[in-house]
């Protein structure tokens, strides 16, 4: 079973950037279809991105499309996202995933082991 663990989250001003981490340990990770969620308070868990298996294909939720960037290194086990031009409303514990699916899927519930989460909080 694939584990992961979060980093890179922290408090920026609106307009800001910030590159979140996720390292999965295990040695099938380039196996997987990995995501990036996202939960605010008292919302939902909602879709941010996901990237293919070897990074040749995206998927990005429109509110995020156009500044935040997926990406990943297979040989360090690691998927990033780069949040450019950040909102308040970016707001939220950041979460990635490892998809349970073979082909994109933005349903919370077609990923699983899921990370502890990483907090970003966009002041205005």
């Known amino acids: 079973q694939v584990q992961l663990v979060e980093s890179g989250g922290g408090l920026v001003q609106a307009g800001g950037s910030l590159r979140l981490s996720c390292e999965a340990s295990?040695?099938?990770?380039?196996?997987?279809?990995m995501g990036w969620f996202r939960q605010a308070p008292g919302t939902e868990r909602e879709f941010v991105a996901a990237?293919?298996?070897?990074?040749?294909?995206?998927l990005y939720a429109d509110s995020v499309k156009g500044r935040f960037t997926i990406s990943r290194d297979n040989a360090k086990n690691t998927v990033y996202l780069q949040m450019n031009s950040l909102k308040p409303e970016d707001t939220a514990v950041y979460y990635c995933?490892?998809?349970?699916?073979?082909?994109?899927?933005?349903?919370?519930?077609?990923?699983?082991?899921w990370g502890q989460g990483t907090q970003v909080t966009v002041s205005s």
């Open positions: 295990g040695r099938t990770f380039s196996s997987y279809i």
């Open positions: 990237i293919s298996q070897y990074g040749g294909s995206t």
């Open positions: 995933a490892v998809s349970r699916r073979l082909v994109f899927s933005t349903t919370r519930t077609d990923f699983g082991s």
